[in-house]
């Protein structure tokens, strides 16, 4: 079965800063992988996500995602944070049933912004 | 792009009454809508796979008889927490799938549910 380890509950970084969110999946096939925002009280945004191809991923709102096989990683990454970057972060791997896939969340990794 | 609404925003209830929500998506069609459950500071749990015309498939865990789920066009979904007790208290997120993208779904704002 698929999983996602996200391993840092909590990042907090100053305004301005760089940042990485680590994740690390296990799947036994080339996995379907997913970078989602929740800001609190709301649903989930898609940021970013890797099918195939380029393993550098450029997402919204200047966000980045680098897919290693051999890391089993994708880890998230932006250069200068903004305060309004404050949010959960989930990284999620899709199984795929005929066509389609259904993701598996990570327990998620919260950013704080410091100004 | 595709938006998904959610209906209620949030819901309070008393213990032992039934609460529907609704999940539609707006601009496209979807044949497949899933529920998911978040606790507080919680990753998501999928609780059913919604598909338009016939019944959901739950996941293992998941009471179908509690949690009713239904699918009656391409562009609505009903998740019905039926005798809800305060363990039932949480956010209820849906998502639809493109019938014309395979590869993306897209979330509803979510609902939060509490019981008293």
């Known amino acids: 079965a698929q999983s996602v380890t996200q391993p840092d509950i909590h990042i907090t970084v100053s305004e301005g800063a760089s940042l990485e969110l680590r994740c690390n999946y296990s799947?036994?096939?080339?996995?379907?992988l997913f970078w989602y925002v929740q800001s609190p009280g709301q649903g989930l945004q898609l940021l970013l996500k890797?099918?195939?191809?380029?393993?550098l991923v450029q997402g919204i709102k200047g966000f980045e995602a680098e897919f290693k096989r051999s890391q089993s990683s994708f880890n998230l990454r932006k250069p200068s944070v903004h305060w309004s970057d404050a949010a959960e972060y989930f990284c999620?791997?899709?199984?795929?049933?005929?066509?389609?896939?259904?993701?598996?969340f990570g327990r998620g990794t919260s950013l704080i912004v410091h100004p | 792009g595709a938006v998904v609404s959610q209906h209620p925003s949030w819901v309070i209830c008393k213990s032992g009454t039934s609460v529907k929500i609704e999940c539609r998506s707006l601009d496209f069609q979807a044949t497949t809508m899933f529920w998911y459950r978040q606790f507080p500071k919680q990753s998501l749990m999928l609780m059913a796979t919604?598909?338009?015309?016939?019944?959901?498939?739950?996941e293992q865990g998941v009471e179908k008889d509690k949690f009713l789920i239904n699918h009656a066009s391409l562009t609505l979904s009903t998740l019905t927490v039926t005798s809800a007790h305060p363990e039932d208290s949480s956010f209820y997120i849906c998502s639809a799938r493109d019938s014309m993208s395979y590869n993306e779904q897209f979330f509803g704002p979510g609902t939060r549910l509490t019981v008293l």
């Open positions: 890797y099918f195939s191809g380029d393993t």
């Open positions: 799947y036994g096939a080339t996995p379907y």
């Open positions: 919604s598909n338009e015309g016939s019944k959901a498939t739950y």
């Open positions: 999620a791997v899709g199984e795929v049933q005929g066509g389609s896939y259904i993701p598996t």
